[in-house]
C-alpha cells in the first residue's frame, strides 16, 4: 500500500512573545532553548520524522529565514521548503501546502504541526498522530488534536468535544472553539470535563481540506485553481503570484470554527506551547521552588516561580525574586513580572526596542 502520509512542519512565526531572546532575525523555532543541543524546528522534525517518511516532510517559512531552515535542516531537500514571501497567516501557509501535496499525491493526508512545542511523550505522540492520519485517510473531516486540560489555563485555546458521540476511539465531534478564555471560563471549563485545550496540531485529507476552503473562504475560490495551475510547475519555490494578496487569515478563525466536518481526537502525550515567558514558566521543567532556568547558570537564593535565560559564559546571581522573567540577549536585559504580558508587549512594540537585532 502507498504512503500516503505527509507532515508540514509551520516555521513562519516571529516570535515577538519571547522577545528579547526571540527577536525578528532570529524567532524562537530557531532557538535551543533548553540547552539539548538541538533548536526546538530540529526537534520537531526529529520526532516526525521518527514515523513520517524524511521525502514526506515539508517546512513552510518566511523568505527571511530560508537561511535559518537551510543550516539548521540541510537534510530538507529544497524542493520540500516552502517560501512564504509575506506573512498571510496559517491559512496561506497551509493552502499553498495542500495544493502542491496534493498535485504530488491525489490521495494524500497531511499532518501540520507548529515548530515551538514541548512534547514529552514522543511514542505516545507518534501513536496518537498516526492514529489521527489513519481517521482522517477513511473520513470525511478535518481533525484537530487535544489534550486534557491540567490546569484552568487563560493562555490556550479550547475545544469543546460533544462526548456523547464518540466517533473511533479518543474521536469525538467538535461542540465549539473558544480562544484563550478569561478565569472564570477556563475554571468552567476545567469542571465541564468535556473540554481540551487546542494543540494547533491537524489532521486531513488534502482534498478535504481544498474543499473546505473553497467552499468557505471567499477569497480562495478563485484562488485555490490559480494555485493548482501554479502547483503543476512542480517547484514549491516557485510561490503563487497572488499569494501577496491573500488575506492574513486565522486557520481556526476561518475552517476550523467554520466546516461542518470538524473533529477532535484526545490526546495523551504531554503537551506544551512555547508562546509565551508565562508559559514557558508553567510548563517548562523547573527546580524545588519552580523556578525554570533556560539553559542557565544561575545561584538562587529565596526566589521561587522565576524564569531565567542568560548567554551562554553569563551566570545569575538573585535574591528575594518571585515570579519574575529575567532574560538578556544581545543588548538587551530583561526584567519584569512573569505575569504581566501587556508590559512585555509594550517593550517590544516600544519603537526603540522591537525590532533590534541581534
Known sequence: MADNKYCLILAGGNGSRLWPISRTVK????????????????????????????????????????????????????????????????????????????????????????????????????????????????????????????????????????????????????KSFTEKPDMEFANIFMQEGNFLWNTGLLCFSTRVMLENLIMLVPEYRMEIPRMKVEAESNDPKFVPESFNALPNYNMDVSILERSSQVFVQCGHFGWADIGTWASIGKDAPADAEGNVLLDTNAFLYECSGNVIRLPNGHTAVVKGLKDYVIAEEGEFLMICPRHDIAAMRRMHTDTKFGDQKS
Open 27 to 174: 524567532p524562537k523555532q530557531f532557538l535551543d532553548l533548553f540547552g539539548t543541543g538541538r533548536t526546538l524546528l530540529q526537534q520537531t522534525y526529529d520526532r516526525v520524522a521518527q514515523f513520517i517518511d524524511p521525502s514526506h516532510i515539508y517546512v513552510s517559512t518566511s523568505v527571511d529565514y530560508l537561511p535559518l531552515v537551510y543550516e539548521q535542516l540541510p537534510e530538507v531537500d529544497d524542493m520540500h521548503i516552502l517560501e512564504e514571501p509575506l506573512r498571510r497567516g496559517t491559512l496561506a501557509a497551509v493552502a499553498w501546502a495542500s495544493v502542491f501535496i496534493a498535485k504530488q499525491d491525489s490521495e494524500s493526508t497531511l499532518f501540520v504541526t507548529p515548530s515551538d512545542q514541548i512534547i514529552l511523550q514522543e511514542e505516545q505522540y507518534r501513536q496518537d498522530v498516526l492514529a489521527g492520519l489513519d481517521f482522517v485517510d477513511s473520513n470525511e473531516g478535518l481533525l484537530v488534536l487535544g489534550i486534557t486540560p491540567s490546569r484552568p489555563e487563560t493562555g490556550y485555546g479550547y475545544i469543546q468535544m460533544d462526548d456523547e458521540k464518540p466517533l473511533s476511539g479518543d474521536i469525538f465531534p467538535v
